[in-house]
């Protein structure tokens, strides 16, 4: 059983930055594939950044490539993702799910989720 929590949304102007946690219990963490999920309002949840249970891979959904990084701290239980020159359409609720496979997986695919953090980008 892995608990996720996510922190660190919040309002901010196109163009800047926040950065995402998401705080993991149990001891089973690092056998876990760690990824990022977004909902907007009326849309489908999808798939933002995943990260290999080492850390030393990262996949992201090309609508946030090169703006995003996701990274993991095995140690602490944590998976953080910085966001840099946010969109108006970053605009969302962004979840943290746990995942036995590696990849740019659909939503069904997760085994573990968190409540989420929402995040609003103004103009």
């Known amino acids: 059983q892995v608990q996720l929590v996510e922190s660190g949304g919040g309002l901010v102007q196109a163009g800047g930055s926040l950065r995402l946690s998401c705080a993991a219990s149990?001891?089973?963490?690092?056998?876990?594939?760690m990824d990022w999920f977004r909902q907007a309002p009326g849309k489908e949840r999808e798939f933002v950044a995943g990260?290999?249970?080492?850390?030393?891979?990262?996949v992201y959904a090309n609508s946030v490539k090169g703006r995003f990084t996701i990274s993991r701290d095995n140690a602490k239980n944590m998976v953080y993702l910085q966001m840099n020159s946010l969109k108006l359409e970053d605009t969302a609720v962004y979840y943290c799910?746990?995942?036995?496979?590696?990849?740019?997986?659909?939503?069904?695919?997760?085994?573990?989720w968190g409540k989420g953090t929402l995040v609003t980008v103004s103009s």
């Open positions: 990260i290999s249970r080492s850390g030393s891979v990262p």
């Open positions: 149990g001891r089973t963490f690092s056998k876990y594939v």
């Open positions: 799910a746990a995942a036995s496979k590696f990849g740019i997986v659909p939503a069904q695919g997760m085994d573990y």
